[in-house]
């Protein structure tokens, strides 16, 4: 029962280097979700996946870009890191039923720009 | 700005104390979700509510879904240092698109 990986669960990057957070779900769900959690501010959806082949920007979409290279992979990509991307990152999955969502998280990737 | 509120932000109550945490967005809501968070670590899924009007019970946890499905509270009855955490409720705002959104948390300490 994996469930959602992502890796890696801790990074520490410098400024202006890049970096790929990989996600991947084995439940065969349709959406894929990139959040952000900062102190105080919750969990901010950066990019999502509605499903294979798709990804919309979400809240905080800048300095980020997204592939979903298949229906059990969605990666987040940092092209030029800078120390406000410092954060913990979550991915989830979402199967659509008759009775709502049911949403599965990640255990969180802690990333550190200095 | 986000589009789902969450207040209070923070609170401490002595052991055994009622509380309520409230979730309110100006959009109709879709589904409502309730989330904890142990500092450092992932989310436990607590309850979903869909229906307007809809109430949920869970141990010592009660939510409920207002009939407009714009506004969700939490409350918890007799609380214990096991309850505290961070919450968040989740929504779905998308409809087709399925794009689902968070609250800016609640963090919770119980006194002994």
């Known amino acids: 029962n994996a469930g959602v990986t992502q890796t890696p669960k801790f990074q520490v990057l410098k400024t202006g280097q890049s970096m790929t957070l990989q996600c991947a779900q084995d439940m065969n769900h349709n959406s894929m979700y990139w959040y952000r959690q900062d102190p105080g501010m919750g969990l901010r959806l950066i990019y999502y996946s509605a499903s294979e082949g798709t990804t919309d920007k979400g809240e905080v979409p800048n300095g980020y870009n997204v592939s979903r290279l298949n229906k059990r992979e969605f990666s987040l990509r940092l092209e030029s890191a800078a120390p406000s991307q410092t954060s913990v990152y979550f991915c989830?999955?979402?199967?659509?039923?008759?009775?709502?969502?049911?949403?599965?998280f990640g255990e969180g990737s802690w990333l550190t720009v200095v | 700005s986000q589009e789902l509120e969450q207040s209070p932000q923070s609170l401490i109550v002595q052991e055994g104390k009622n509380l309520t945490i409230n979730c309110t967005s100006s959009?109709?809501?879709?589904?409502l979700y309730w989330y904890k968070q142990k500092y450092g670590e992932g989310l436990i899924f607590l309850m979903m509510?869909?229906?307007?009007?809809e109430e949920k019970s869970h141990e010592k946890i009660t939510a409920k879904l207002d009939e407009k499905k714009q506004q969700s509270s939490l409350h918890i009855t007799a609380s214990q240092p096991s309850h505290a955490g961070i919450y968040l409720c989740g929504a779905d705002i998308g409809g087709a698109t399925n794009k689902l959104i968070f609250g800016t948390g609640t963090l919770l300490a119980v006194q002994p």
């Open positions: 959009k109709t809501l879709y589904g």
């Open positions: 989830a999955s979402s199967r659509k039923g008759v009775s709502g969502n049911t949403i599965y």
């Open positions: 509510l869909q229906k307007g009007g």
